[in-house]
C-alpha cells in the first residue's frame, strides 16, 4: 500500500522523522481544506480556540493570518509548532497518552502533562527531586564531575534547625555537596559583601536585607538537604579588585564542581525571584474528536452528546520558552522570556556546571550532562546518545549532527563530549561556540575572554590529550580565543550584521558592528569586535574543507592577570605568505553610515587595478569602516588618493576553490620596539568568487590577481 502524500496545507503526514519541516500556511486555506483533511480540522479547531480566549492582541482578520507549521524534533519523534505570523504567537498540539487513532492519525503529537500552576517548591519540588536523583543515580558523566567537590573558599551556610543563621563561611578545603545560584544581577542595587561588611557577614547574613531571588535559592537549598549555597555577589569581596580577581578566575571550576546551579531563567535582576505563576495565556484547551466519524469539538468532552464512546482528545497551548532552544536555532525560543540566557558570563556556567535547574516563565527545566526534562513533557527525559551526534561523518556532513547544539546545547558544549572527537570536530564545536557566546551580552566589554575562560581551559585539555603523542607542530596553546593547532582556520572569521526592531513601526533595521571603546584584544581575534561572529565551515563542517596556504611564524599575547586566557593587554601575529595590494572604492551600490546600512560586502569594493575581473568579490568588514569611507568622501571631493589595503592570502575552500584573504590596512599605532616597521590591523575578509561557466584551469590561473602578489612577512596587532 502506497504511504498518503503531505497534505499541501498542513504537511501532514511528515515525510520523514528527523530534522525540522515547515509549512508556511493560513487559516483560510486550512479551513478549505477541513473537509478533506483531518489535521488540517483538528489545527484549524485549536488556533480559533486559543485566539478566542487569549487577551494576547492579534489581528482583526484572523481568517487571512498566515501560519508556519512546524514538524520539529521533539526528544525521539517530531512535534508540531504553529507560529502564528502576524500574532507572533507559537502554538503547540499534544496529548496525554497513546492510542490506535492518534498512532494512526496524528503519529507526530508529543505526550506531554499538564503541569502545576505555579513553579514553588510546594508543588514543583518533588519533580526536581526526582530529575536530579535520577541524574545522580544513572549518569556517570555527571556523578564523575560532582561527586568528590571541594567546597569553594566562601560559602554561604544556609542554616540547619539546630543552627538557623545564615552567615557567610570560609571553608576549610572539606568536601561537601553545594549549589551555585547564576542570575542576572540588573540595575537596582542590593546588599553585597564588602570590605566594611564581611565580618559582621561571617557572623550572620540577614534575610530581610537580600533580594527575592536569593531568599528563594536559599530556601530551596535547604529543601534539597544541602547546605551550602554559592552565590558571587555574597561570596567575593565586591570591592577588593584582589579578591574579586583571585575568585573570579575560580568561578569557571566553582560552577563546574557544584552538585546543582539554581538558574533564575526567568528574572531580569536579582529582585524577580524564582518562582512564577503561570499566565493565563499559556491556558491548556482540549478539542475532543468522535473517532468514528472525525468530527471535531472544542468543547469538553462531557459536553458533547456522543454516541459512540470512541472519543479522542487533543491538547493545545501556547508553547512554552524552553532553554533547550536558547541557543540559534530554526524554530527559536524568545530569549526575552529567558534573560539569563542573553548573558556572556552565564553562558559558561550553565554549559561547564554537571546539573542545572531553570525557574523558567512557565515551568521548571532540567538538564544535565546526559538529559534533559521539563515539566510539561509526560515521557521520561531526553536521553542524548552521544555516538548518534558525534559519529564518523561529524566533520563531512554536519547540517543534521549539528542539530544538537539546538536540542541539546548543554551536551554539545559540554566538555565530557568533546572527548570524543577528532580534530576537525573540536575545530567545528569551538567555532559553534564561539558564534553562539559572541551573540551574548556582557556588562563589561573587558570580560570577553575571562567570562569564556572556563570553556577555553577545558577546551585545551581535550586538544592537549587528542595531540598527546603528535609531533610538536600541533601545539594546542591558546591565543585570544583562537587554537594554535587550527590558527589559520581561525582566522576565517567574518562579522555578522544584527537586526533590531523599533518599537514605533516594528521595522528591522540592521546595525553596525563597531569595536569596543577600549582595547581588549589584537585585530586579528574575535575579540576584538562587538557583535556575532561566524566561521568558515560552519555551514558544510571543517573536516578536510580548508587548505591553508601561509606560515604562521609566531604569535603571542600577553595577559593583564595570572590567568593566559582571561583578560589581555596585547597581542601579536606574524605570518608569511602571499600579499597583493589594492585600492579601496565605493561598492556599486555607494552606501555612507548616514544612509541606510546594507550587507557588509555591499559596504566597500576593492580595485585590483585589473582591466577585467573575472570574479566576485565577498567583502566582509569588522567594524564599519567608518575611517575608510571618510577617506572615499574626500576623495570624491578631491581631496587626497585612494587608500591602499593589502589581501593577505589565508587558504582557499577546497570544494570550490574559493580563495580567502584578511582584509589589513597599515597602522601607525606603533609600539617603541616597533617604530619603522609595516605593522598591519586587520580591517575584515575577502573571498573571491569565480563568474559561472568559465573554463576550468588551476585556481591560480582562474584569478589573474596573483600575477601582482608577493610573498611577505606580515605583523598583525
Known sequence: MEEPLPC????????????????????????TNA???????????GIKKYLSHTSYSVPTNVDDMRITLGFARSGEGLAIEIELIEATIKLSF??????????????FLPFDDEIPDTTCPDKSLLWAIEQISHCRDTHQNCTSYSSSATLPKRVVFVGTAAEPTLRLYESQGERDPYICLSYCWGQRGFLRTQVDNFESHKTCIEPDHLPPTMNDAIEYTRRLGVRYIWIDSLCIIQDSLLDWREEAGKMASIFQNSFL????????????GLYTSIPSDFATFALTVNADTNQVFTCHVADVDMTSNATETIYVRRAFSHPRSGTSNTYPTDLSLLPTLRR?????????????????????YFECLESSACQCMLDAPIIYHVEMWYGETYGDETQSNAGIHQEAPKMYY?????????????????????????????????????????????????????????????????????WKDSLVRDLCWKVMITHTRDGKDDESHMTWMDRPREWRAPTWSWGSVNGPVKFLGQRYGVKDFFEPLCEVLDVSCTAAGSDEMGELIAGRLVMRGQLLPARVTHSRSKTHRKDELRRPQDILGLDFGLVFENFVQEVWVDAGCQ????????????????????????????????PVFLLLKKTNELSDEQMGQDVYQRFGRLQLKEYPRLPIMEWRNRFGIFAQAKEEVVTII
Open 8 to 31: 499541501d496545507w498542513c504537511g501532514h503526514p511528515p515525510e520523514h522523522n528527523d530534522g525540522v519541516r515547515l509549512f508556511l500556511s493560513s487559516l483560510t486555506r486550512m479551513e
Open 35 to 45: 473537509r478533506r483533511c483531518l489535521i488540517c480540522s483538528i489545527l484549524c479547531a
Open 94 to 107: 499534544f496529548c496525554l497518552n497513546d492510542s490506535p487513532w492518534i498512532e494512526r492519525n496524528m503519529p
Open 261 to 272: 546551579v539554581l538558574s533564575a531563567t526567568r528574572s531580569t535582576d536579582a529582585h524577580g
Open 344 to 364: 556572556g558570563w552565564i553562558f559558561q556556567e550553565r554549559f561547564l556546571s554537571t546539573r542545572v535547574l531553570h525557574f523558567g516563565p512557565q515551568e521548571l
Open 414 to 482: 559540554g566538555p565530557p563530549s568533546w572527548r570524543r572527537l577528532d580534530r576537525d570536530g573540536l575545530v567545528y564545536v569551538w567555532h559553534r561556540l564561539v558564534y553562539d557566546y559572541t551573540k551574548l551580552k556582557l556588562t563589561y566589554e573587558k570580560d570577553i575572554f575571562p567570562a569564556i575562560s572556563g570553556l577555553a581551559r577545558e577546551m585545551g585539555i581535550v586538544r592537549a590529550a587528542l595531540h598527546a603523542d603528535a609531533d610538536k607542530t600541533h601545539e594546542t596553546r591558546y591565543y585570544a580565543g583562537l
Open 627 to 658: 575611517d575608510l569611507l571618510r577617506l572615499l568622501d574626500e576623495v570624491e571631493a578631491g581631496v587626497g588618493d585612494r587608500p591602499i589595503i593589502y589581501c593577505f592570502l589565508l587558504g582557499i575552500i577546497r570544494r570550490t576553490e574559493m
